[in-house]
């Protein structure tokens, strides 16, 4: 197809799809004219993919590439894929940590090895864990990482039926593409909807505790 | 104490609390002089709790302002309190809803409804449930509000015990002050929290599922 079908297809517009040929995130089309190329549907799948990491997961540009460039590479297995996909989307915590996050970080990988997870040194998410820590002993709440267990139990149920959704079949570029996008979606969008049903049932709590008798 | 006391005790800066003086988030002091003011422990715990609420609650000025006149309200009882406190933490999402996210609320509506839960029509969640829904089926997924039921689930056992830590002794300013002060650190520290759990025990699983065995 050519470059106007793609961007129908796809729902991207030209002037960002030769953005993205431009910075190579998308192959190069097969050339049939001087200023014309065809595309095929691998790049309206890939298309589809740098959309989801960038609008849905809110991708920077590198990272969008670095999940690209572990989807092209035949020698990555599934785990080392998602992995790659998960550090993609952060949270970037730059800077130097600070002396009571240092130490906030030493006890969630205390924390961490309690529960037996397996998870890398890499992994934002432990920094975000130590950051939670450190706002709720700066609050003057006297808090160590048991105060997280509850949350730990059922982000292990979650986590446990999610990545069982996964599909293992890896070998086609498009089954893996297929999983990466849906870690991305699972991820970041499951995320939202959790964070805004926290919030509705602790407001349901609230109404049950303090509010007005219910009239039913 | 002198303004220049208050901000060392509370670590906000004298440029800052003048700040909140001129927007009347703060009363003003007790004059002493013709350019100074007293400030007593009110106020001190004041400026910690429009701290939490900005800093950690990520609170626009007007919605700063809109909770500390409802702490001032006398007439609120503490589920109004705190339904004003999380309809003041967002996510504020700007502009009238498309065609596809008017059909996702009624249809979180009729899920909310299904699981028995009393909240607000005014709550921001429930859009950005409706928007998580309408996320999903962009991207090709046969999704309904069912999706979100072992969410929810978690979501309501979470919140029960949240709720239940919440003083219902509020007839003093100060224990007011304290819970709503609770009530942001609570909703947005461990909703960091659990996030960055999830993301860890997806880590964890995928590591189970997909990763090279373990040698222990």
Redesign the interface.
């Known amino acids: 197809m050519r470059i106007s079908e793609l961007s129908q297809a796809s729902g991207v517009s030209i002037p960002t799809i030769k953005f993205y040929l431009r910075e190579r995130l998308l192959p190069q089309g097969t050339p049939t004219a001087r200023t014309q190329a065809d595309y095929a549907e691998g790049h309206l799948h890939r298309l589809r993919l740098i959309q989801?990491l960038t609008e849905?997961g809110g991708l920077r540009l590198r990272d969008v590439r670095a999940v690209l460039q572990a989807i092209d590479d035949q020698a990555l297995?599934?785990?080392e894929l998602?992995?790659t996909v998960?550090h993609a989307?952060g949270p970037h915590l730059d800077g130097e940590p600070s002396h009571d996050e240092v130490q906030a970080i030493a006890e969630v990988d205390r924390f961490?090895g309690g529960l037996g997870?397996?998870?890398?040194q890499a992994?934002p998410?432990?920094r975000?864990?130590a950051?939670?820590l450190t706002?709720?002993r700066r609050?003057g709440?006297d808090a160590d990482a048991a105060v997280?267990e509850?949350?730990?139990r059922?982000?292990?149920?979650?986590?446990?039926?999610?990545?069982?959704t996964?599909s293992?079949t890896g070998s086609r570029l498009e089954a893996v593409e297929g999983a990466v996008?849906g870690a991305v979606?699972g991820?970041v969008?499951?995320?939202?909807?959790?964070?805004?049903?926290?919030?509705?049932?602790?407001?349901?709590?609230?109404?049950?505790?303090?509010?007005?008798a219910?009239r039913d």
């Open positions: 989801a849905i297995g599934t785990h998602l992995g998960h989307l961490l997870w397996r998870v890398s992994a998410a432990r975000t864990l950051r939670a706002t709720l609050m709440r997280f509850p949350y730990a059922v982000a292990d149920e979650l986590a446990a039926r999610e990545v069982a996964v293992s996008e979606v991820t969008v499951f995320e939202a909807a959790l964070v805004a049903l926290r919030r509705l049932a602790q407001e349901h709590h609230s109404a049950r505790r303090f509010g007005p219910r």
